[in-house]
């Protein structure tokens, strides 16, 4: 067995230099500021017939007052239901009849839309027409206001029964306290039922700026089209001015524990702080020891430990979130609730022994392989390159950013790894929390 | 991981072929089969210096018996577990140090295995993959620690999810004979008594290499698969597998119904009715119908359900609807819903079933088949995207006795379908005898209290 896996070594390094770099060639982004302010980022694809683009702002739930929570995703959620004097049905209806995806999203940081269409001339003009209405005439209906409102509250309530959002808003306000992103996005019950009209309107009119817009397309279209169809997206949005900062954020300066109870069969856990910001000076060593620690799947020592060697959870890993400023790092799992203080305990250990040792060579080089090996598959499709030029537009990383990315994943060293979790990642600053577990059980 | 994807059926498998007319570089396509029955099917698609490799095993939930059930989900967490000559959990690491990513599924029907990777990495894939065919070695220690696992899986994915356990028991309601009445992850009952020897004995009877299909998708010459294929998957013998019983379900004579007690806070209700699946993709034209009903009744946010009961009537917070025409066993029609607040499990249902009333009364219009086919048109050029999809579908086809050859044809036959048929097989298939209604009743969380087991259980095993 030591041979076959030898080998196999052998082979991915040889490739890794030979394939991995020529792969990157080929992805051509340019990128330019458009004359309404918005920032570009194009890829021209041609084999097929089709064209992806989001358009994005710094309307992400970070710019919710926390009296406000849900505000930013309550205006996200309310653009395609009603623009431009179009009704939602209107809008629905056209999106449909030329067979496009209408949809969008929001995180901590960024809001927007985002479509897909084909690119022959009809159906590319309706579905532009469409878009431009959303982005920059939301009518804001009170009707669908109130409709949307009810659904709303009630899927928060729904919401509310499960262990999932229990233990992720609890965690979040444990790692952030008063910070904005540990307000939940979709909101509370109380701020949802008080939010109004004038509020929607004017976080519309605030955070929908020209000026800080990310138009990022992929597709089967020319410069000149990309150009004037991000002009058409945003020409006519206000424009701001002056950057927008969130706060900095305070991690927690001590350890904590937060015990939840829930009748469910299973305790979830989660344990963290926060850690990673788009611009980190430490972000390949602490993205390259995550994955060996718990991000990587099958291939990581938590899910060895927890899962593989004793059959604790079906789910065991680690995750590393990175925003404009820190995003959580978070150990996760779920298990039987008697088991819980059991698998609380291996994961303490396994993160104590990896703070205390970091990776081993073997692991270091496997994890590279990974990461770098494997980056032809991050980019092998429209829509998944379409998500790194969002991210690489927003954050205003350098256009070289994924061939940057393969060097600096290389450079990682083990020393690298072990200094940037000993000085980031300190379990005496981390909160957890476990929702469903018998307190006695857990300590 | 393996993160099993129970598959719900993509609403389009059908529409999912390439247009010849709006994709700029036509899909080819290649056949072929080993001496020893295993076939193989080639896709390219040079977009991406990627592809991806699936071996699909025609052996699902669908075939375990009564007691068993689970053992086809379990043997698959086994195939990670190593062979004669690579260790346990060393699959996944030889794929993840060659850059790779390696998942399995289950469904009632199927078992499958994949791989992504660069491509010049699938030699390594179909060595692994026709190792483990072949070579397997269960031990009475990995198995007990991997059975903890998916008792673990399935407390998450089903006893402690509202909505999961609902769906179970219209399952388990809706068919009476047919295993499809079972979860794909199997009875916890089941699970707690599953023996080691079980799952051997559903390894050797089913992962064979006449039971299997392997799809290749991406940037790979088709004669360089067929002599990897060959050298790897040649060798492996043919072997006589089980008998399969037909277990056709008996005519269903009345409305049956099932209620559900869970911790939740919004009721949800779930209606099935006994409909054909596709059997013959030239003969058959009902199938086609009914994905044409599903799609004008829920394929797009413009679609009738989301109109009709969530914006104009508010009676729903959300809406659905459901038919897979491409399966091995018997095929159903689902609708489910929220009810909003103010409204109750009971006003949705006679809403819901009011919209299928209203599609065989005056039938559908001429705008909304224009509307749905215009997705189907799109749909299929959008799926070129990613090769893990086409590699999915062309499986999904040939697991349920479907050609990927039938794929242009039954886009055609998709776009074929009058007015009049999804009227007619509105009329048709939903009427009182054959529904199957499950509702979920939720109840408050009693936060001090842990679900009581079942009387006799012990925790874990």
């Keep these: ?443 | 991981m393996p993160l099993k994807i129970l598959l719900r059926a993509a609403r389009y498998v059908a529409a999912a072929a390439l247009l010849a007319a709006a994709a700029a570089v036509p899909a080819q396509t290649t056949e072929f089969a080993l001496a020893n029955g295993m076939r193989v099917i080639v896709r390219e698609d040079h977009r991406a210096p990627t592809v991806v490799s699936m071996v699909w095993y025609r052996a699902g939930s669908m075939d375990e018996v009564n007691g068993s059930t689970g053992v086809a989900h379990v043997l698959e967490h086994m195939m990670f577990k190593g062979t004669k000559s690579v260790g346990p959990g060393e699959f996944s690491r030889m794929i993840a140090a060659a850059g790779g990513r390696d998942n399995a599924f289950t469904s009632r029907d199927h078992t499958g295995y994949f791989q992504q990777l660069e491509k010049s990495q699938l030699p390594l894939a179909l060595r692994l993959e026709a190792d483990r065919m072949a070579n397997l070695v269960l031990t009475e220690e990995e198995f007990a620690r991997e059975i903890k696992v998916v008792m673990e899986e399935r407390r998450w994915r089903t006893e402690d999810r509202a909505q999961s356990l609902v769906h179970e028991q219209l399952m388990a309601t809706a068919y009476t004979a047919h295993p499809y009445r079972h979860p794909v992850i199997g009875w916890m009952d089941d699970l707690r008594n599953m023996r080691f020897e079980d799952a051997k004995r559903w390894y050797d009877s089913w992962y064979a290499p006449n039971n299997a299909v392997l799809v290749v998708v991406g940037d790979v010459d088709p004669q360089a698969v067929r002599e990897l294929a060959e050298r790897y998957f040649g060798p492996i013998p043919p072997r006589a597998l089980p008998e399969r019983k037909p277990q056709v379900e008996p005519a269903q004579r009345g409305t049956k119904r099932v209620t559900v007690k869970a911790p939740a806070e919004l009721p949800v209700t779930l209606l099935a009715w006994h409909v054909p699946v596709l059997r013959d993709p030239e003969r058959d034209w009902e199938p086609y119908a009914l994905e044409m009903l599903a799609a004008v009744l829920n394929g797009n946010p413009a679609a009738r359900l989301n109109r009709t009961l969530v914006r104009e009537r508010r009676i729903a917070i959300g809406v659905g609807a459901s038919y897979d025409s491409t399966k091995r066993g018997p095929g159903l029609f689902l609708l489910s819903g929220t009810p909003a607040e103010g409204h109750t499990a009971a006003e949705l249902e006679a809403a819901l079933r009011g919209e299928i009333e209203r599609v065989a009364r005056e039938g559908v219009t001429e705008e909304e088949l224009r509307r749905v086919k215009a997705q189907v048109v799109a749909g299929q050029v959008f799926q070129r995207d990613s090769i893990m999809a086409q590699a999915m579908e062309i499986g999904g086809l040939e697991m349920a006795g479907l050609s990927w050859r039938t794929i242009d044809r039954q886009l055609e036959r998709l776009r074929e379908v009058t007015a009049a048929q999804v009227q007619e097989v509105a009329r048709r298939y939903f009427g009182d005898d054959g529904l199957t209604v499950a509702t979920l009743d939720p109840q408050p969380l009693d936060r001090r209290k842990p679900a009581a087991l079942p009387p006799g259980v012990r925790h874990g095993s």
Excluded: C
């Excluded at chain 1, 009809?122 to 878009?131: K, N």
């Excluded at chain 1, 431009?132 to 029964?161: C, H, K, M, N, Y």
């Excluded at chain 1, 945003?234 to 109870?261: F, H, K």
């Design chain 1, 1 to 443: 067995m030591a041979r076959r896996v030898a080998r196999v070594r052998l082979v991915a390094a040889a490739w890794l230099l030979a394939a991995a770099m020529p792969a990157l060639a080929i992805l051509p982004i340019q990128s330019w500021q458009a004359k309404s302010g918005a920032r570009v980022v194009f890829v021209q694809t041609r084999n097929l017939p089709m064209l992806d683009v989001s358009v994005e702002f710094p309307a992400g739930s970070a710019f919710n007052a926390r009296e406000k929570a849900g505000l930013a995703a309550f205006t996200q959620r309310l653009l395609q239901l009603g623009a431009g004097g179009l009704s939602d049905d209107d809008i629905a209806r056209r999106i449909a009849d030329v067979g496009a995806q209408l949809g969008g999203g929001l995180d901590n940081d960024r809001a927007g839309i985002s479509f897909r269409t084909l690119t022959s001339a009809a159906e590319l003009e309706q579905t532009l027409d469409v878009a431009a209405r959303v982005l920059q005439r939301p009518d804001f209906p009170p009707p669908v206001i109130e409709r949307e409102r009810a659904r709303l509250l009630g899927a928060i309530r729904e919401s509310l029964t499960r262990p999932e959002t229990l233990l992720g808003r609890a965690f979040s306000a444990a790692i952030y306290g008063d910070h904005p992103y540990g307000v939940p996005s979709s909101g509370e019950l109380d701020t949802v039922a008080k939010l109004t009209r004038e509020e929607l309107v004017d976080f519309h009119r605030r955070q929908y700026v020209a000026d800080r817009a990310v138009v990022s397309l992929i597709g089967d279209i020319t410069r000149d089209q990309a150009e004037a169809i991000a002009e058409r997206l945003t020409g006519t949005l206000p424009r701001a001015g002056t950057p927008l900062a969130v706060p900095p954020v305070t991690p927690p300066a001590a350890a904590r524990q937060q015990a939840i109870e829930h009748p469910a069969t299973q305790a979830h856990v989660v344990m963290g702080l926060p850690v990673l910001s788009r611009d980190d000076p430490d972000f390949f060593p602490l993205v390259v020891g995550n994955h060996i620690l718990g991000g990587g799947g099958f291939a990581s020592r938590i899910n060895e430990e927890v899962r593989q060697k004793r059959g604790l959870a079906y789910s065991a890993y680690s995750s590393l979130a990175a925003y404009r400023r820190p995003g959580p790092f978070a150990i996760g799992l779920q298990t039987q609730k008697e088991q819980a203080g059991e698998a609380l305990a291996v994961v303490r250990e396994t993160l104590a022994r990896f703070l205390a040792e970091g990776p081993t060579d073997k692991e270091l080089a496997d994890a590279k392989q990974n990461l770098v090996g494997g980056f032809p598959l991050r980019i092998d499709s429209n829509r998944k390159i379409l998500d790194f030029l969002a991210v690489i537009g927003f954050y205003g990383l350098p256009l070289t950013y994924l061939e940057d990315y393969v060097v600096r994943v290389q450079q990682v060293s083990t020393a690298d790894i072990r200094d940037a979790f000993a000085r980031r990642v300190d379990p005496a600053r981390m909160a957890t929390v476990i929702v469903g577990a018998d307190p006695a059980s857990v300590r």
